[in-house]
């Protein structure tokens, strides 16, 4: 390789690395909102149900919540969406016909929707009757969905391409449907919405056991507690099921991401399951197998001597192994301690008549440990999405290297290090704001109208 082309691989590599960073701090926050949304949503339908204040206070803490969120994906959104000129402009070029109408799309009806009633949302509690702001509660949910439905309508069409054609080397649009409902895209959506209510149950219990670790548990501190972790419960599961027809789908349209998870080098019948490896591509063989026999097999076929096609079929077109193969293992992994852990203390709490402060200290440090696990599940799982469609962007039809940019190598490593040094800063302010939110909890829920529960209408007192 000559120095040209090896500054050219390096900036390419730059290049990913830096739009993955980007995407990597930009999704952390969706992921809270879409979901966090719906259970507002709950909170304040509750509230309106019992009138018991503990709702109350929980929908306004967590309403501030979410609007810590909402601000930081605002903010990172607009930073990846500079890099579609900066580091990719080819994408654009070749794929804008189908790429800028779907971004329109959930700019249009769905970040317009959310800007416009987060504000009444936020401030309308006592302005606005009690109606109007659960109306404002739900389209705010509503608009969280739907950006997500088009973000992932896109990028589930540059995994499963369809309804398009190719005209002097542009994408035209054949079928919107077709487009929109691509063949993994029911798989995808479901999979993420279900990711984001795990990651936001995961953030109720962590919150709530930090609370009561910190001695400054209020009445809405059992109940998110008990909340989260029945989302977890009910919802894992869940996941798994969704998971699995995914990767069946996946199996269909990109064998080879599917090989790369198994780290399965050769076509063969019966492959294991494998629970630890090394890969190692120089050899294009795994060190230190540790393995189900025939596990990945039955799993991915349902029979235990079905054929599943290996990495050496795909040479050249195939993505990095060690990377997709790690990242499905700590998804998988974190998934099954989210599990165990919803399913744990959601049995403990119940034994101790639903009384947070009754349970094991150990029991709290853990569920405070795992407040942000739903964030590492969900970016591994991401990697395996993104980084298992290499070397395409629009799978099976346009490389990747085919659409990046011809800025220095040097430049990007210079915005790349500015840019983790800022999102390292971001994400330890974030975590900081949420902590001494959770320990002053009476201060965030403190209304910005008073509201009397007797003028609710249709409301009855349980508490």
């Known amino acids: 390789m000559d120095v040209s082309a090896a500054a050219t691989e390096t900036a390419l ?141 896109l990028n589930s069409w540059m995994q499963t391409p369809a309804g398009h054609e190719v005209v002097g080397g542009q994408f035209h649009v054949q079928s919107w449907a077709a487009v ?53 419960a009910l919802l894992i599961p869940v996941q798994i099921f969704v998971g699995d027809l995914h990767g069946l789908n996946t199996l269909e349209h990109q064998p080879q991401k599917i090989a790369a998870m198994e780290g399965l080098w050769h076509t063969e019948r019966g492959a294991p399951l494998l629970l630890f490896a090394w890969p190692d591509e ?26 599943l096609k290996g990495l050496d079929d795909f040479k050249g077109a195939h993505p990095p192994v060690a990377p997709v193969f790690w990242a499905f293992r700590v998804m998988v992994g974190v998934g099954l301690l989210m599990l165990a852990a919803s399913w744990a203390g959601l049995w403990l709490l119940r034994r101790r008549g639903w009384n947070g ?37 629009v799978f099976g039809l346009v490389r990747t290297a085919e659409v990046a940019s011809t800025v220095p190598g040097q430049m990007i490593a210079l915005s790349l290090a500015l840019y983790l040094t800022l999102y390292a800063a971001l994400i330890v302010a974030y975590v900081a704001v949420l902590r001494y939110m959770a320990e002053h909890a009476k201060e965030a829920a403190k209304p910005s109208v008073e509201v009397s529960p007797r003028s609710l209408p249709n409301a009855e007192a349980t508490s």
């Open 13 to 153: 590599m730059l290049a990913r690395v830096q739009f993955a960073a980007n995407i990597s701090f930009h999704i952390l926050f969706p992921t809270i909102t879409i979901a966090l949304a719906w259970v507002l949503l709950f909170m304040r339908w509750r509230w309106l149900r019992t009138q018991q204040s503990a709702w109350l206070d929980a929908y306004r803490f967590w309403t501030k919540v979410f609007a810590l969120s909402f601000a930081m994906g605002v903010v990172s959104g607009i930073t990846m969406s500079f890099q579609f000129g900066t580091n990719w402009p080819g994408y654009m070029e070749r794929v804008g016909n189908i790429a800028g109408p779907l971004l329109g799309y959930e700019v249009m009806t769905a970040f317009f929707l959310e800007a416009t009633f987060l504000g009444v949302m936020l401030f309308g509690h006592g302005r606005v009757s009690e109606r109007v702001h659960l109306l404002a509660t739900f389209l705010v949910a509503f608009g969280t969905t739907m950006s997500a439905f088009w973000i992932l309508a």
């Open 357 to 393: 402060a009754a349970l094991p200290r150990l029991v709290l440090w853990g569920l405070a440990a795992m407040t942000f696990s739903g964030w590492l599940a969900t970016l591994a799982g991401w990697y395996v999405t993104e980084i298992g469609r290499q070397p395409f962007i």
């Open 282 to 307: 120089a050899a294009r063989a795994n060190r230190f197998e540790i393995g189900v026999p025939n596990g990945a097999a039955l799993i991915l076929t349902h029979r235990a001597d079905g054929e």
């Open 180 to 232: 929109i409902f691509n063949p993994s895209f029911p798989y995808r959506f479901a999979h993420m919405l279900l990711a984001s209510f795990l990651t936001v149950a995961f953030l109720l219990a962590g919150l709530s056991a930090w609370q009561l670790l910190r001695n400054c548990a209020n009445g809405a501190t059992h109940k998110t507690l008990r909340l989260g972790l029945t989302f977890g």
